[in-house]
């Protein structure tokens, strides 16, 4: 089967700029800015929708469901990686994301591990990952009138070529300047501690029993992609739910999939994917899904791309 692309699933955040919708093409405007985009998911909230091969125009999750082995390998369905890109231009909410277990009795959801690849960033761009206090009560007042960024959270600089890995349960959101690529699990629950007074709805009880203070990402510089970089491997995050790995193809690089599917993501230059059944061309900030039934893919460069397979 030759790789699978989707369409991805648009929303328009009042944190997100146009970007993303200018890389891509797309009409936007400060209302409808394309800001972030779910590639990569079979979610209920956000699936995408295949648009090639034998499956084109059915669900991913539809999909999973009827041809499970051929597409996914020997994974659980809830296994499938997310991929979201985001475009901040505003602080995204300060929040935190629960463990599966808590997901699955708070809310009937899975769990969120997620990881960030800085693709682009302004000067002096800033996330902020984990908390300077572990006293609750004070936090809890912070709450109450929408201050904890600015009052208890950590700022983390970062430059492009920088992955950051954020455990559920870590206090943490994506700042203005910080263009990147989410790799993450299954789940889509978010608690909202902190909306910066933009009046969106919080959920500062539930994120108050997932938060653990003593929790902060963790950064690797893996440096910024150039068309002359030489080919290597790095790898940018791993937990139980996902690995991912930055690849530098110069000019061409081969994987086995070793019977799981895996997710190809073009994070600089142009990338040719290819099975023995087809090729697809991705371009900055495209994806595409490998089945599980192809028994190898090449990627010809230069280009760098995010690898991302279930352990």
């Known amino acids: 089967m030759e790789p699978i692309l989707l369409k991805p699933f648009y929303v328009s955040p009042v944190w997100a700029g146009t970007h993303l919708a200018q890389i891509r093409g797309l009409d936007a405007s400060a209302k409808d800015n394309h800001g972030e985009a779910f590639d990569v998911s079979a979610h ?30 020997d994974v659980p369905e809830d296994a499938v990686v997310q991929v979201t890109w985001m475009d901040p231009v505003q602080n995204l909410s300060i929040q935190v994301h629960p463990t599966d277990e808590y997901a699955r009795k708070a809310d009937g959801d899975f769990g969120k591990t997620e990881s960030w ?22 936090l809890r007042e912070a709450a109450a009138d929408d201050t904890i960024g600015d009052k208890y959270c950590k700022r983390v600089s970062v430059k ?49 029993d997932v938060v653990d203070t003593s929790l902060e990402p963790t950064v690797r510089h ?10 290597q491997e790095q790898l940018g995050a791993e937990c139980a739910q996902f690995k991912a790995t930055v690849v ?14 895996q997710v190809v993501t073009c994070v600089g230059g142009t990338a040719k994917v290819s099975t023995a059944d087809g090729e697809v061309v991705l371009g900055y900030t495209d994806s595409c899904l490998i089945p599980a039934c192809c028994a190898s ?10 690898q991302a397979v279930r352990p």
């Open 117 to 138: 690849y800085i693709a682009e960033a302004a000067p002096g761009a800033t996330l902020i990952g984990g908390c300077t206090t572990d006293e609750c009560g004070a």
């Open 297 to 306: 893919y090449t990627v010809i460069g230069p280009c760098r791309i995010i």
């Open 44 to 73: 209920p909230t956000t699936c995408g929708v295949i648009l090639n091969g034998p499956w084109a125009g059915m669900s991913l999750a539809d999909a999973i469901a009827a041809h499970k082995a051929e597409l996914l390998g």
């Open 248 to 261: 530098d193809v110069s000019p061409s690089w081969s994987a086995d999939t070793n019977g799981r599917y």
């Open 222 to 231: 893996l440096g910024a992609w150039s068309a002359d970089a030489p080919a």
């Open 160 to 208: 492009a070529g920088d992955f950051v890995f954020v455990p559920a349960g870590t206090m943490h959101a994506l700042g203005p300047g910080c263009f990147a690529v989410e790799i993450g699990s299954f789940g889509n629950q978010t608690y909202r501690m902190c909306d910066w007074g933009r009046g969106r709805e919080l959920h500062v009880e539930k994120a108050f």
